[in-house]
């Protein structure tokens, strides 16, 4: 027999009502598919949702080394549903979230929208967001690997904007349970571009994706990926989790592979999809603000304020777009870009150490 309250029931009737409304609002927003998705995927019970984050919360108390600068529910629940809500397992992941930023100050500093780095990445396309998401709710990521202009856009830079991305989209609960999709495209991505992805860096993305970010990803697909990322792929693969070794899809151009598993009607022509073909501005615009474009100053200032205007017309120069190369997919499906000659003289080799 459980303990028995004595407080009169009308007491009690108040404390469960109060309770309610607290889960009811960590609920908020979510279409009833969705929370029931949450229940039969991830294990959510609404019932109990106050003490599964008390429980990660109480953990704290056993990473004293580590600064955790945010610990409210909201914030707990993201984690709790990014590990089916195992709560050691959240905790861990959470730890992680906050160690992986103490050890990667400089990644951190001003990391924001109008940074003149990662303001430069989301101009050039890194990521790519597609404003509808799939059948089964999750939002889709795009990389168009050839874009990556080195001498413009540091790697880590591009990590940063995506990470960066990654923070304001998974403010969306409804993705904190459905997750995301990346589709990488690797058309035109040359020999000496995939030399500069040294296995330091590599690790650095993995950490910060895999084992340090509360998102679910369903898949990363590749598309039209030369013989050297199957190389790189190779290297990397002892880093990775067996769940996440398993949700990686190598499609080269078969997009007829890609269509079975990410409908055509939500994917842009670049991949055999019926949409139009991505606009590079379209997610930077989004952070950036409406009034944003090539030529002119952005001024949005929604996103707690993260995005500051600048006037340096030095820094719009810096950050003006360059012409975009564009995946081949649609219109030379068989064709692969392989090593051109003379290409990685004088480069690194590509699987050498830093």
Same mark, same amino acid.
């Given at each position: ?53 008390? @429980? ?49 100050? /400089? ?8 940074? &003149? ?39 880590? #830079? ?26 990488? /495209? ?6 000496? @571009? ?31 990926? &030369? ?63 409406? #009034? ?13 304020? !993260? ?16 012409? !975009? ?17 003379g290409e990685n003289e004088n480069t690194q080799p590509l699987l050498a150490l830093d």
């Amino acid at each position: 027999m459980g303990p028995v309250s004595l407080l009169p029931k009308y007491q009690q009737l108040s404390i469960w009502k109060g309770d309610l409304a607290e889960m009811t609002h960590l609920q908020a927003g979510l279409s009833p598919e969705t929370i029931e998705k949450a229940r039969l995927e991830l294990n959510e019970n609404p019932d109990v949702l106050h003490q599964d984050i008390q @429980q990660v919360r109480d953990m704290i108390i056993t990473r004293p080394d580590i600064g955790f600068l945010r610990t409210d529910d909201a914030f707990i629940l993201r984690f709790l549903r990014a590990r089916k809500f195992h709560q050691a397992d959240a905790f861990r992941l959470l730890a992680q979230y906050f160690q992986y930023r103490q050890l990667n100050l /400089d990644m951190f500093k001003n990391f924001k929208a109008d940074d &003149p780095g990662i303001k430069r990445a989301l101009i050039d396309g890194f990521p790519g967001v597609l404003e509808n998401r799939d059948h089964y709710g999750r939002k889709i990521l795009l990389l168009f690997a050839a874009n990556w202009d080195q001498s413009r856009n540091s790697f880590t #830079d591009i990590l940063r904007a995506i990470l960066l991305s990654l923070e304001v989209l998974i403010e969306d609960p409804e993705l904190q349970i459905n997750g995301f999709i990346l589709i990488i /495209d690797w058309s035109n991505f040359s020999f000496k @571009q995939a030399s500069k992805l040294t296995p330091s860096i590599l690790k650095l993305a993995i950490e910060g994706l895999q084992d340090s970010f509360p998102a679910r990803f369903g898949g990363v697909h590749f598309v039209n990926q &030369p013989w050297y990322i199957h190389a790189l792929y190779t290297l990397i693969k002892p880093f990775l989790k067996d769940k996440t070794r398993k949700r990686i899809f190598l499609h080269g151009n078969n997009l007829n592979s890609l269509h079975q598993l990410i409908h055509p009607e939500f994917l842009p022509s670049e991949f055999g999809g019926t949409l139009p073909p991505y606009d590079m501005g379209t997610w930077a615009r989004t952070l950036l603000g409406p #009034d944003y474009s090539d030529e002119n100053d952005y001024t949005h200032t929604s996103y707690n304020a !993260m995005h500051v205007k600048h006037t340096s017309s030095n820094l719009e120069r810096e950050c003006s777009p360059k012409p !975009m190369k564009r995946s081949q997919s649609v219109v030379e499906a068989g064709t692969l870009k392989h090593e051109e000659k003379g290409e990685n003289e004088n480069t690194q080799p590509l699987l050498a150490l830093d």
